[in-house]
């Protein structure tokens, strides 16, 4: 009889750009270690958070999930939720590994932040992006070193997500300017679904503001390993206790796929995606490790909203894979 291998489980969260409507709708109120934990999230934004939870599981939403005040708050608190999710699942987590917003989701879960002080943050940043200009996001299908050309004017490489998946962010104009360019040049890209440009100096005003207020903040450092998209390394006690660390990230690229490089290096993994969309496990299949099946990867939701079943499958599936790919692993409890 094969003996199943052994694999060290790392759960991925997505960021900015993974959003979409009636993400992960359908486990609400029928998952209770999901329902519960989205509704920890909301319920600590007061009626902000009402709205954005009625937004969320409504088809007819006052607001798009696309603006800063439902994204933001709702990618937070799926990602957070599927977190504690796959931990109920009895298998020990050995790792985290998250993109953007999804660093700060795993950051919670790995106990540097509290739940009430990460959701604080959360929300003073929706709040002073809508000072800053507006802007947004480009994925081009290149390296990102055939891209030096198009950067300037406040367009910068905003994240590396593949070795031919770079992203380029900046404000309004001057990214228009680039994907202009981009077309001319018969270069593939594609406008993300976000109107601020993260991950580029046009946030700058958020840093010191939000040092202030991660100054008055009791951080820790993480309880479980987690591997920061911002150092491609795991995450320091100095950089997790740090205002400064956290305050930039707005500002940082995101170098997704160094980082994994660094995870699939160290040794064989399961890689499961906790979120929406599927965008970090298609990344990670097109890794060598995966496509040569030393690695795994299992995502947990569909790749786009296909109704409240189809979220309920998606889950138990990926459940009944993890639990069958992870079988000698050490389980937290029977």
């Known amino acids: 009889m094969t003996r199943p291998q052994h694999r060290s489980l790392v759960v991925m969260f997505p960021g900015t750009g993974a959003q979409h409507a009636r993400m992960a709708a359908g486990l609400h109120g029928r998952e209770p270690v999901f329902t519960e934990a989205v509704d920890a999230v909301l319920d600590l934004l007061g009626p902000e958070g009402g709205a954005a939870r009625a937004d969320w599981l409504s088809d007819a939403p006052t607001e798009p999930m696309d603006a800063d005040t439902r994204a933001a708050p709702l990618l937070f608190a799926v990602d957070y939720a599927m977190g504690r999710l796959i931990e109920?699942?009895?298998?020990?987590?050995?790792?985290?590994l998250g993109h953007?917003?999804?660093?700060?989701?795993?950051?919670?879960?790995?106990?540097?932040?509290?739940?009430?002080?990460?959701?604080?943050?959360?929300?003073?940043?929706?709040?002073?992006?809508?000072?800053?200009?507006?802007?947004?996001?480009?994925?081009?299908?290149?390296?990102?070193?055939?891209?030096?050309?198009?950067l300037g004017d406040g367009v910068v490489v905003g994240a590396v997500n593949a070795p031919r998946h770079t992203v380029l962010s900046g404000p309004e104009g001057p990214l228009r300017a680039?994907?202009?360019?981009?077309?001319?040049?018969?270069?593939?890209?594609?406008?993300?679904?976000?109107?601020?440009?993260?991950?580029?100096?046009?946030?700058?005003?958020?840093?010191?503001?939000?040092?202030?207020?991660?100054?008055?903040?009791?951080?820790?450092?993480?309880?479980?390993?987690?591997?920061?998209?911002?150092?491609?390394?795991p995450l320091r006690a100095a950089e997790a206790v740090s205002p400064a660390f956290w305050a930039v990230q707005p500002t940082a690229p995101v170098l997704f796929w160094p980082t994994l490089e660094r995870v699939?290096?160290?040794?064989?993994?399961?890689?499961?995606?906790?979120?929406?969309?599927?965008?970090?496990?298609?990344?990670?299949r097109g890794h060598p490790a995966v496509r040569a099946g030393r690695s795994a990867v299992v995502p947990t939701l569909p790749p786009r909203a296909l109704g409240p079943e189809a979220d309920l499958r998606s889950v138990r599936a990926a459940r009944q894979e993890v639990l069958a790919r992870s079988g000698a692993l050490e389980a937290v409890r029977p």
Request: glycine share 8%; no cysteine.
């Open 88 to 96: 109920s699942w009895g298998i020990r987590v050995s790792a985290y």
């Open 264 to 284: 699939l290096g160290e040794r064989d993994r399961l890689l499961v995606e906790a979120g929406p969309m599927q965008s970090l496990t298609v990344l990670a």
């Open 178 to 233: 680039v994907a202009d360019a981009l077309a001319a040049d018969g270069r593939t890209y594609r406008r993300l679904p976000s109107r601020t440009p993260y991950h580029s100096p046009a946030l700058a005003p958020l840093v010191p503001a939000t040092r202030g207020l991660l100054a008055t903040m009791p951080l820790r450092a993480p309880r479980t390993p987690l591997f920061s998209a911002y150092t491609t390394l």
């Open 100 to 150: 953007s917003m999804g660093e700060f989701a795993a950051a919670a879960l790995a106990g540097v932040f509290r739940l009430e002080d990460a959701v604080r943050l959360l929300w003073e940043r929706v709040r002073l992006q809508r000072t800053t200009p507006a802007g947004g996001m480009l994925a081009v299908a290149a390296a990102e070193r055939e891209l030096t050309g198009y």
